[in-house]
């Protein structure tokens, strides 16, 4: 009962990551918007994660958040942590940025070319995990967020847009300021200020029909089971509840075995299922009796 439980919790995680997946990447709900302190409608669990920075690699992270003379604790984990640990659990999931740890939407303010900074941002953290991620398995939304229940999104207008500055390349991984962090202060200083958005990066659920790219043309008979990736700093992790621990070499052989275990005993419930049915077959035509003798190893033609 306990493992039908688990697995009916299972389905429900990747059908909500699989909907709101489809969701973003078919544009659906384009006037949906947050209201500034509201409360989100959703938890920290296995598909969910609220982050209220922008640091999306590792190396984004600013030197102010090293809280040791060698460097190696954080006081800021980096968004890529969360999207390895959803990658490997192979559910999927949904990181909120721009919202505090206890689901307060406080959005993050950006201009045009700092969301495009964003979108750059994903992707080369993204193309760094080992294997690379497709880009079939991730998308990026901005949701605006709106000061009050009153306000309308639609009367906000964003500054004029420079088609050739846009195309300027984006300095991503590492912590400085980027041209666009420039511009978009400049801005703020002549009191232009910029629209406030929650920035949701949804991560596609495994699903081994869709990605035959990723299996192993080396071992095509291997169980379809989710790959294990490991982000831009070498760092294996795996969701679990709201957080995702690292993955020392023991780990990752216990958890590719137990879903090896897993898959094999799914595997063969499904055959007993098949062998009952046709036992079942069987007797109704009459044929029970040389069921009998091919269990007691008798030939019986």
Not at 27 to 52: C, N, P, T, W
Not at 104 to 116: C, E, F, N, P, W
Not at 208 to 226: F, G, I, Q, T, V
């Amino acid at each position: 009962i306990g493992q039908l439980q688990s697995l009916r919790l299972l389905l429900n995680v990747i059908g909500e990551a699989s909907r709101s997946f489809n969701m973003a990447e078919g544009g659906v709900e384009q006037d949906r918007h947050y209201i500034f302190g509201q409360q989100i409608s959703v938890e920290e669990d296995l598909a969910h994660e609220f982050k209220g920075h922008r640091s999306i690699s590792i190396l984004d992270i600013p030197n102010l958040c090293l809280h040791s003379s060698t460097g190696s604790d954080r006081t800021r984990n980096s968004v890529s942590t969360s999207i390895c640990g959803m990658l490997n659990s192979g559910l999927g999931g949904t990181v909120y940025l721009g919202v505090t740890d206890n689901g307060i939407v406080r959005g993050i303010s950006l201009t045009r070319y700092q969301k495009d900074h964003i979108e750059a941002s994903v992707k080369w953290t993204l193309d760094k995990f080992t294997p690379p991620v497709p880009e079939n398995r991730y998308c990026v939304t901005f949701v605006p967020v709106s000061s009050s229940k009153t306000h309308s999104i639609q009367n906000f207008k964003e500054q004029p847009i420079d088609s050739k500055r846009r195309e300027q390349p984006h300095h991503v991984g590492h912590p400085n300021y980027c041209w666009c962090d420039l511009d978009a202060s400049a801005l703020h200083s002549l009191g232009k200020m910029s629209m406030i958005y929650v920035i949701e990066i949804h991560i596609r659920p495994w699903d081994p029909h869709l990605m035959k790219e990723l299996r192993n043309p080396l071992y095509s008979d291997a169980p379809p089971l989710p790959p294990l990736f490991l982000n831009e700093a070498c760092g294996c992790f795996v969701r679990q509840t709201c957080r995702q621990p690292r993955l020392c070499l023991e780990d990752v052989r216990s958890l590719l075995v137990h879903r090896i275990q897993e898959h094999c005993y799914l595997k063969l419930s499904r055959l007993h299922e098949q062998y009952e049915l046709l036992q079942q077959m069987a007797i109704n035509h009459g044929l029970s009796s040389d069921i009998s003798h091919q269990k007691e190893g008798k030939n019986v033609y």
